[in-house]
């Protein structure tokens, strides 16, 4: 069977036979096992810290809601790039090897950029800090250190066994990773369980291979399996190394696009139209909020404004409030 050319992924739907359905059920079933001891293993004990500004405190607390952003308007637009070059470079070797795992790897490594993997999968991302005052987050997160850092409790990260049917409400806690060892580990684990099911799909099922039709659509959705889970989830729960000091903890939705088709907000950011999500929590409920940290250069009424906010919120319950401790010169005042 030849290699098709790019863009495989757009071919229509083909039932496979069921040795191979059920290998690419076994795939899911592996990631979402995947996903599940990340959480466990990662399970959030501490309360994580949110910095906006005043404005997204009012609408958070108003509304009950966090955004999670398309992750195409990531700060650092580079840092998702980071970890998908990062899988390439274990993809490399694979699809040197020939025969059915050469066309499994590189269609994987051609589905890893933007335009391609974008085509098919949707991801939205909300982030947190484990560190509630740190110098570089109240300047690009925190309206440059005028805004605050909302402290959630821990258990409005605790994991949810049971999946809905709206994607919108299946959100998964990650860590963000800053060792690339790590991360390349992390994508290994995909990579060598994607080589298994094609391994044994060889073995039990190569007469149904032979057919190209049936052999595309096999390597297709397995290919697009791999990509799903887990190696843009690691690529977008890692940075590079020179981030360590944020500390993230990330919660992200993912998604086929056509999954989310018509669920997706829109607004407006410096003349761009920015694709998010709401996602409702219960912040009424006691102890939900547990603190709100002031920013450094915040003016000397802030904490009034922020009892203010907390109270029209309809929050009944004591949130601490503080103000930062780190050393401070606005860029706004530097002039």
Same mark, same amino acid.
């Given at each position: 069977?030849?290699?098709?050319?790019?863009?495989?992924?757009?071919?229509?739907?083909?039932?496979?036979?069921? #040795?191979?359905?059920?290998?690419?059920?076994?795939?899911?079933?592996?990631?979402?096992?995947?996903?599940?001891?990340?959480?466990?293993?990662?399970?959030?004990?501490?309360?994580?810290?949110?910095?906006?500004?005043?404005?997204?405190?009012?609408?958070?607390?108003?509304?009950?809601?966090?955004?999670?952003?398309?992750?195409?308007?990531?700060?650092?637009?580079?840092?998702?790039?980071?970890?998908?070059?990062?899988?390439?470079?274990?993809?490399?070797?694979?699809?040197? #090897?020939?025969?059915?795992?050469?066309?499994?790897?590189?269609?994987?490594?051609?589905?890893?950029?933007?335009?391609?993997?974008?085509?098919?999968?949707?991801?939205?991302?909300?982030?947190?800090?484990?560190?509630?005052?740190?110098?570089?987050?109240?300047?690009?997160?925190?309206?440059?250190?005028?805004?605050?850092?909302?402290?959630?409790?821990?258990?409005?990260?605790?994991?949810?066994?049971?999946?809905?049917?709206?994607?919108?409400?299946?959100?998964?806690?990650?860590?963000?990773?800053?060792?690339?060892?790590?991360?390349?580990?992390?994508?290994?684990?995909?990579?060598?369980?994607?080589?298994?099911?094609?391994?044994?799909?060889?073995?039990?099922?190569?007469?149904?291979?032979?057919?190209?039709?049936?052999?595309?659509?096999?390597?297709?959705?397995?290919?697009?399996?791999?990509?799903?889970?887990?190696? =843009?989830?690691?690529?977008?729960?890692?940075?590079?190394?020179?981030?360590?000091?944020?500390?993230?903890?990330?919660?992200?939705?993912?998604?086929?696009?056509?999954?989310?088709?018509?669920?997706?907000?829109?607004? #407006?950011?410096?003349?761009?139209?920015?694709?998010? =999500?709401?996602?409702?929590?219960?912040?009424?409920?006691?102890?939900?909020?547990?603190?709100?940290?002031?920013?450094?250069?915040?003016?000397?009424?802030?904490?009034?404004?922020?009892?203010?906010? =907390?109270?029209?919120?309809?929050?009944?319950?004591?949130?601490?409030?503080?103000?930062?401790?780190?050393?401070?010169?606005?860029?706004?005042?530097?002039?």
């Amino acid at each position: 069977m030849k290699k098709p050319k790019p863009g495989f992924v757009m071919l229509p739907h083909v039932d496979l036979p069921h #040795t191979l359905e059920v290998a690419i059920n076994d795939y899911h079933a592996w990631g979402d096992d995947y996903f599940r001891k990340i959480e466990r293993r990662s399970r959030i004990v501490a309360p994580l810290y949110h910095y906006t500004d005043m404005r997204g405190l009012e609408g958070i607390l108003k509304n009950q809601e966090i955004w999670f952003t398309d992750y195409r308007h990531l700060n650092d637009k580079t840092e998702l790039m980071h970890g998908i070059d990062l899988a390439k470079t274990l993809l490399a070797p694979r699809m040197a #090897t020939g025969g059915y795992h050469s066309m499994l790897f590189g269609w994987i490594d051609d589905l890893l950029t933007k335009r391609n993997f974008g085509r098919v999968f949707d991801f939205f991302i909300a982030s947190f800090s484990r560190n509630g005052d740190d110098l570089g987050q109240w300047r690009a997160y925190a309206d440059d250190g005028r805004g605050v850092a909302i402290a959630f409790s821990h258990d409005v990260f605790a994991p949810t066994e049971e999946q809905s049917k709206d994607p919108r409400k299946n959100t998964f806690t990650g860590p963000v990773v800053y060792k690339d060892a790590h991360t390349r580990a992390r994508h290994l684990k995909g990579i060598d369980k994607a080589t298994s099911i094609l391994d044994a799909a060889l073995i039990y099922a190569r007469h149904h291979l032979r057919n190209k039709t049936i052999g595309m659509e096999f390597l297709n959705r397995l290919a697009r399996s791999v990509i799903a889970v887990p190696l =843009i989830w690691n690529a977008i729960t890692c940075k590079h190394p020179a981030y360590k000091h944020e500390s993230e903890v990330r919660l992200v939705i993912v998604a086929e696009k056509k999954r989310l088709r018509g669920k997706v907000s829109t607004r #407006t950011r410096n003349g761009m139209v920015v694709r998010y =999500i709401p996602h409702h929590l219960q912040l009424r409920d006691h102890g939900k909020v547990v603190s709100i940290v002031i920013g450094p250069a915040a003016p000397n009424n802030a904490e009034v404004n922020v009892r203010r906010i =907390i109270k029209a919120a309809g929050l009944n319950y004591n949130v601490r409030i503080r103000r930062s401790r780190v050393p401070y010169r606005s860029f706004r005042n530097a002039a």
